[in-house]
């Protein structure tokens, strides 16, 4: 006993010891501890707290502690869950499992787990519909996310290809279930959303073929709906058989429900867009044959309308000239008869006529005598007969204003 | 490979929608009815020679290694 030194460990060198043991000897990652959740607490929104109790034998506890930031997803009490993490023994609270990873398991659990997740989202708004984007009507890229090894992904190529044609499908492979499923998922989202905007691809397909609540569990995992919501290009999500959910599917812009009908969300069908292109353009030479049809039917009037105009003036015209040739006709004989009678008249007038009765006329200096008292005697004046005219010279002149006959 | 020369479907898609609206419209002038009908014709030709393209490319991302 004499002089043996054993060596003195202050509580929290002894501790510091014991947590390297631990920590050497047990990997936290090894294996999970599967339990049941009793006195689950969450302390300023970050620190969760929990005890898990053995299903078999409830004396049997151990305290976990975790942070929201490695945790997600919601559990309560009475859960059956896994849990991940290398044990420590802290200060003040002592022994416990520090938590990375946690999940819940068997039917009845990921039930629970999941309508707890899916109304935490749903208050969040992740769900609302007022967010979810339009799609593009005709993508020239799609970006796809699943597995190669699943049904799933033939059935999109193949639905894709009888629709339409002429699209660059950018496919990045997961896992869509397993341990790899999650990390794998979140990354191709972080992928295409990082692409330059003319590599990338205008709309993402995230689908998966029909499976257990347990092979789903990475299409309702709390980060990959967070990065389907938070996802600059908008998603189709397309998962399981048609009544199959998971909290992707509401999420996401579009729901689809399989892989094939997500091929069909995502393209139109080729021959309905013939059918639309075809009823464009009758109806556009439809309309333009009508727009013809109308200016001719108006040039027609119009042109009608100058004829009648025409036509009408033309009638009155005519009726005009008939009227004033009815009245020349009425009006010529009568003036050829008053014609005749002024001739008569004024033959009778003519003095050649007047000459012709022995009548003769006196001139003096150009012009007519008609009195004697207008010459004198001496004058030399010229005398007009019927036959010829002669010169003579005034030998006398009788009485003034008295014509004498000779 | 196309793509860069040829018209963009949706473009060619929307502006034929948008001329068949202009003549929903009605009331059309003649000259311009002709031209965009012209038009027309010629966008569905795009559209439909697009349409016969039947191919899709798969293109498999490599994976990036990651953190």
Redesign the interface.
């Given at each position: 006993m004499t002089n043996s030194v054993e060596p003195v460990l202050q509580v929290s060198e002894y501790l510091k010891l014991a947590n390297q043991v631990l920590k050497l000897n047990i990997d936290g990652y090894a294996f999970a501890i599967e339990g049941e959740i009793s006195d689950y607490k969450i302390k300023d929104g970050k620190w969760i707290m929990f005890s898990l109790k053995d299903e078999n034998d409830p004396s049997a506890k151990v305290g976990c502690f975790a942070t929201t930031f490695k945790v997600s997803g919601v559990f309560e009490d009475g859960m059956k869950v896994r849990v991940w993490g290398p044990p420590a023994i802290n200060k003040w609270s002592g022994f416990q499992i520090e938590v990375r990873k946690m999940e819940a398991v068997g039917d009845g659990a990921l039930k629970k787990a999941y309508e707890l997740l899916k109304k935490k989202l749903e208050v969040e708004g992740l769900f609302d519909i007022s967010r979810k984007r339009m799609l593009?009507?005709?993508p020239?890229r799609i970006g796809?996310i699943t597995s190669?090894d699943a049904a799933a992904y033939g059935d999109f190529?193949r639905i894709?290809?009888n629709r339409?044609?002429?699209?660059?499908?950018?496919?990045?492979?997961v896992h869509v279930q397993g341990r790899e499923a999650v990390?794998e998922i979140l990354?191709a989202f972080r992928?295409f959303n990082e692409m330059s905007e003319t590599e990338r691809p205008e709309v993402l397909v995230l689908t998966r073929g029909g499976g257990s609540l347990e092979d789903l569990h990475a299409f309702n995992d709390e980060q990959v709906v967070r990065a389907v919501f938070g996802s600059k290009i908008p998603v189709i999500c397309g998962v399981g058989h048609e009544r199959d959910e998971s909290l992707c599917d509401f999420v996401a812009d579009v729901r689809a429900s399989t892989p094939s009908n997500a091929a069909e969300r995502v393209v139109p069908n080729?021959q309905e867009?013939?059918y639309e292109?075809?009823t464009?353009?009758r109806?556009?030479?439809t309309?333009?044959t009508d727009?013809?049809d109308d200016?001719q039917f108006l040039i027609e009037r119009a042109t009608n309308l100058i004829f009648t105009a025409a036509d009408r003036q033309k009638e009155k015209l005519s009726h005009l000239t008939r009227n004033l040739l009815d009245r020349v006709n009425n009006w010529l004989p009568r003036f050829s008869d008053r014609l005749g009678a002024s001739l008569r008249v004024l033959a009778n007038l003519d003095p050649k006529r007047v000459l012709a009765r022995g009548y003769s006329i006196v001139t003096a200096r150009g012009k007519i005598v008609k009195d004697a008292a207008a010459l004198e005697v001496g004058v030399e004046i010229g005398v007009q007969l019927a036959q010829g005219s002669l010169g003579a010279e005034v030998l006398r002149v009788n009485g003034k204003g008295k014509i004498k006959l000779i | 490979m196309t793509k860069k020369t040829s018209i963009n479907f949706s473009k060619a898609f929307e502006e034929l929608e948008a001329i068949t609206e202009w003549f929903e419209k009605g009331e059309a002038d003649l000259d311009e009815g002709l031209a965009k009908f012209e038009r027309g014709l010629e966008l569905a030709k795009v559209c439909k020679g697009k349409l016969s393209e039947v191919e899709n490319k798969i293109k498999e991302l490599k994976k990036k290694f990651e953190e």
């Open positions: 593009p009507r005709f020239e796809l190669r190529a894709l290809n339409w044609g002429g699209v660059e499908v950018l496919f990045s492979h990390p990354a992928r080729r867009v013939i292109i075809e464009m353009t109806h556009i030479e309309r333009l727009a013809v200016k | -």
